[in-house]
T-cell receptor, first 111, second 115 residues
Framework: QKEVEQDPGPLSVPEGAIVSLNCTYSNSAFQYFMWYRQYSRKGPELLMYTYSSGNKEDGRFTAQVDKSSKYISLFIRDSQPSDSATYLCAMDSGGYQKVTFGIGTKLQVIP | DGGITQSPKYLFRKEGQNVTLSCEQNLNHDAMYWYRQDPGQGLRLIYYSQIVNDFQKGDIAEGYSVSREKKESFPLTVTSAQKNPTAFYLC??????????????FGPGTRLTVL
């Protein structure tokens, strides 16, 4: 079993829809959680960073962490065609352990 | 304008050749990383360095080498021993782990193709 599971998609939604992207994990030591957006042939861009459980909102993006279920989510409200990209989750237990990335979910927002 | 630069953007290598990928950052980050990204496999850690003149192997270090002579620079050499080097290579950097999480910032990537 992989430490981090993420559905690769692709996920296609109409413009304006609410998008829900998710990752599950098995390592209970993870306490830092990140979401990256990666456009085709570009480097990943940090979108959201959350420590421990709870919600964090930034504009149209909301990150949720449920440590009891080992489940994290990224919600995108009023999705736009410019949101079409691959979204990578990443998590970290702190200290000097390496970051573990999900495989990425490819999202397509259709105008 | 702070950030991470990688060069070249595209690189072609003949079999049996060594090639070096450049990574430079002006973010004053202590730690630097090299990842390889292949379709359907996500990011795989090749090497990382937490301080100048020190580096550690990641999950797939075989066939690669690095150096960290300056804080700003972390070049990656893909040697002829790497049997399947065609991939998208990403460099990242972060602050010293002692300050908290290892939130990594990525460069634009280098696409290496073996001819």
């Amino acid at each position: 079993q992989k430490e981090v599971e993420q559905d690769p998609g692709p996920l296609s939604v109409p413009e304006g829809a609410i998008v829900s992207l998710n990752c599950t994990y098995s390592n209970s030591a993870f306490q830092y959680f990140m979401w990256y957006r990666q456009y085709s042939r570009k480097g990943p861009e940090l979108l959201m960073y959350t420590y421990s459980s709870g919600n964090k909102e930034d504009g149209r993006f909301t990150a949720q962490v449920d440590k009891s279920s080992k489940y994290i989510s990224l919600f995108i409200r009023d999705s736009q065609p410019s949101d079409s990209a691959t979204y990578l989750c990443a998590m970290d237990s702190g200290g000097y352990q390496k970051v573990t990335f999900g495989i990425g979910t490819k999202l397509q927002v259709i105008p | 304008d702070g950030g991470i630069t990688q060069s070249p953007k595209y690189l072609f290598r003949k079999e049996g050749q060594n090639v070096t990928l450049s990574c430079e950052q002006n973010l004053n980050h202590d730690a630097m990383y090299w990842y390889r990204q292949d379709p359907g496999q996500g990011l795989r850690l090749i090497y990382y360095s937490q301080i100048v003149n020190d580096f550690q192997k990641g999950d797939i270090a075989e066939g690669y080498s690095v150096s960290r002579e300056k804080k700003e620079s972390f070049p990656l050499t893909v040697t002829s021993a790497q049997k399947n080097p065609t991939a998208f290579y990403l460099c990242a950097s972060s602050f010293d782990r002692a300050s908290g999480t290892d939130t990594q910032y990525f460069g634009p990537g280098t696409r290496l193709t073996v001819l």
